[in-house]
């Protein structure tokens, strides 16, 4: 009777070992913003009219279902005009939800804001050129637009770094905050993949396969990076990696 109470507590444990090492974005309250949208449409990909608006709302949706069935509480922002006017709106999203359902707002902060971007270079015409890059405002934005480029790069294979800039309106409301720019949306091959994502075709090129892109829900595998990079960035907040590192 010993032995077998004894092992179920084990495996109670080693199961909360495990929810907790798979589950670093239960419990958060995650605000999420949609780049551009109401009009704006974002970065054009020329060849497909694939606009980065759309598929930024489609990131921004399948990551808000999949954040919810990992026990996040996920606030999606409105895509109002300004960003201030997001930022606000998040704000006051967290701010509203009930998680303890006792009726009452439980006047939450948001633990983050990430807002989804796909890129374009400074030659819009340019179809070929891919890459990952996160984007920070404050120093401690920065292990957060670290932990997404890493989970993210993988994606593109080519590590564009972190960018200082960006989201400058969160500095007001002291959220910790990045913009992913997990690719181009410019990129043929990206967009080739993210019509393919929506079942809008059935293929992708010769071309983009040779030259290394998968055929794959481009939209659920950017979600499941994002909250890769999400749950590494929490876990490490709780593991003492807070405010560990100097400034560079
Ligand atoms: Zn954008």
């Known amino acids: 009777m010993k032995k077998l109470l004894l092992s179920s507590v084990l495996l109670s444990v080693l199961f909360v070992l495990q929810a907790n090492a798979a589950g670093g974005v239960a419990g958060k309250v995650i605000a999420l913003d949609a780049g551009h949208g109401g009009g704006e449409t974002g970065a054009v990909n020329l060849t497909y009219g694939v606009v980065e608006a759309d598929v930024n709302w489609d990131v921004v949706l399948a990551l808000e279902a999949k954040l919810k069935t990992q026990g996040a509480y996920v606030v999606v922002a409105d895509r109002l005009s300004t960003r201030r006017?997001?930022?606000?709106?998040?704000?006051?999203?967290?701010?509203?939800?009930?998680?303890?359902?006792?009726?009452?707002?439980?006047?939450?902060?948001?633990?983050?804001?990430?807002?989804?971007?796909?890129?374009?270079?400074?030659?819009?015409?340019?179809?070929?050129?891919?890459?990952?890059?996160?984007?920070y405002t404050q120093r401690s934005d920065k292990p957060l637009a670290q932990a997404l480029l890493s989970a993210l790069t993988p994606l593109t294979g080519n590590n564009e770094?972190?960018?200082?800039?960006?989201?400058?309106?969160?500095?007001?409301?002291?959220?910790?905050?990045?913009?992913?720019?997990?690719?181009?949306?410019?990129?043929?091959?990206?967009?080739?993949?993210?019509?393919?994502?929506?079942?809008?075709?059935?293929?992708?090129?010769?071309?983009?396969?040779?030259?290394g892109y998968q055929l794959e829900n481009r939209i659920d595998r950017e979600a499941d990076l994002q909250i890769e990079g999400l749950a590494n960035y929490f876990n490490s907040q709780s593991s003492g990696g807070k405010g560990g590192g100097q400034p560079n």
């Open 85 to 135: 006017d997001r930022v606000n709106d998040a704000v006051a999203g967290c701010a509203s939800l009930d998680i303890d359902k006792d009726g009452v707002s439980d006047n939450r902060k948001c633990d983050v804001i990430v807002s989804v971007h796909h890129n374009s270079p400074a030659d819009a015409t340019n179809t070929t050129h891919d890459g990952t890059l996160t984007i």
């Open 161 to 211: 770094g972190l960018l200082n800039g960006g989201y400058g309106m969160t500095v007001y409301k002291n959220l910790v905050s990045s913009i992913t720019e997990a690719y181009y949306i410019t990129n043929d091959c990206e967009a080739e993949l993210y019509l393919y994502s929506k079942g809008t075709t059935t293929d992708i090129s010769e071309s983009c396969k040779d030259a």
